[in-house]
């Protein structure tokens, strides 16, 4: 369980467009988030990471969800999506 979160790719989907008060269009993440993910240190961090990223997408939820599961698969690493507890539908 641990590697899932110490391999977990960024959240960055490379769609890399800002419009929504600075966040990217594709991963919800600002420029600074997107430097510092790789920085975070363990299991803990990278949780909270995810799921603070995931309360934000909202209705992009799904679309993101779908790409990033296909970019771990392509990685061929564990999608840390699997491991957060079920989201509360927005």
């Known amino acids: 369980m641990a590697k899932r979160w110490r391999d977990a790719p960024s959240p960055c989907i490379d769609i890399c467009k800002y419009r929504d008060a600075g966040r990217c269009i594709g991963c919800g993440m600002t420029k600074p988030e997107k430097k510092s993910f790789k ?38 690493v564990p ?5 957060l507890e079920t989201r509360a539908d927005a």
């Open 39 to 76: 920085r975070l240190g363990g299991k803990a961090e990278k949780k909270a990471f995810f799921r603070e990223l995931v309360s934000r997408l909202g209705a992009r939820y799904d679309r993101w969800a779908h790409v990033y599961r296909r970019k771990c698969d392509k990685k061929d």
């Open 79 to 83: 999608c840390p999506l699997d491991r």
